[in-house]
DNA sequence: TCCGCTTTTGACCAACTGGTAAATTGTTAG
DNA sequence: CTAACAATTTACCAGTTGGTCAAAAGCGGA
């Protein structure tokens, strides 16, 4: 960067060798330690997991080794991301709104998606995501897990009652893409945000709510299909 | 991965002690060459574009300088990629069968999307196009804008047609997010299957054609909602 | 068989990168 | 005001990585 300038200064007025002379400021260990965790979770969302911790560190306004004070290891900080921003933003509400039959069906799973595209429709927890999955699916395995038990399939349960059909066999393939197809479609639409760098959408509860309409309309015709034939 | 075995052999019928001594074999310029590409696409496809050139170099079964005797720098090597496997997998045909009104209008575009989820639905396509976007989006910009213009546009003027609406206005937030939605939740397949480890679809074309009617029986009902209203 | 051209490689370089250790400095209790 | 503790940094290390260069070795033609 500094085109060879040998460290000669003298007067305190001088501008900068490298960086700000960095005052160095004291912060309490719960203070430093939330610091590094968000700044490495808005880092490593832009530059990947495998971004430097140097320039990590340079981000957040502190030296390197601090961060490795903090945390043992690269690998330890990128789990703690991981916890903090997957497994700390799921709500086991989402699951239990799936079943509540008080309210009518497709408004049930309409209201649900929407607050579930709201909550991970970030920039951090889309680019993590696919940052994570590309490198050793880390996530999907606990993740995505989660969602299939938790949520799509309580879905399908309770699309196949609505349908009138039974509801204990294993889901069909042609059941699982199409909840597959609205799951993935919604986390799609930040994939283009925030990946491809497309507008993102001005009313997402509208268009959410639509993509749970087609959904309904597809499994009127997609669940039936099966539901006779023996399971597996 | 070897528990410790010195390298302590003697006799020429040995193993080897690091790898094959590596039989020098000539090859023509566009043999090789051919060779690099094919494993450059595989290589990056599975470990990421910042995957090293060594490793590259070796699961080909050549020395790392060779490959830069091929190709001037990283950078060079992953543009020809680029172009190998987005430019020259598109078909122009698509856009030509998407208005060819000689066929009903789900038929053409159902059978479109199975041609064109054949095509992209491989390993290299989608975890290249992924890990590209994430690194510098320099696929985005040249291949979306490709899909939007020669695809998706097209299909949205033919189902305004199909639908007795007029078909000169800008396309709506709604009718965008919906084939945006359709053709983002195929490729989503493919990053269910070769990034989250998914299963995939024993009958893809089946799994294609549901996805169009889903979009279609949309359509009927969000495609006429702003018809009537002035474009912008 | 041997010459000469082109492919191929071993050795090397400089910058980078995760991680360590000891010196430094801000803060607070007494 | 000072000692002592903890937060923070400077200096450093070893392994990695893209890229270079001159030497080595296949291969076709004479």
Redo the contacts with the bound molecule.
Sequence with gaps: MSPSSPPSSKTPADAPRTAAP?R??????EE?ERQIIEGAIQFFSEHGL??????LATTI??????V??YF????ALIERVYAEVYLGRWKPEWEHRVKDRSEPFEERVTRVYIDYARTILTKEWVRILIHSALADGYINDNYLTLVGERLLRPIIGETRIELGLDDDREPTEAENELIWGLHGGIFYIGVRHWIYGHKFPENLPQVVTDRVRAFVLAAREIFPREAGKPAG
């Excluded at 160095?24 to 260990?29: A, E, V």
């Excluded at 495998?50 to 320039?55: N, T």
């Design positions: 960095r160095r400021q004291r912060l309490s260990t430093r495998a971004g430097q911790m140097r320039e306004g502190v030296s390197h080794p601090l490795f004070h043992p290891s690269k690998k």
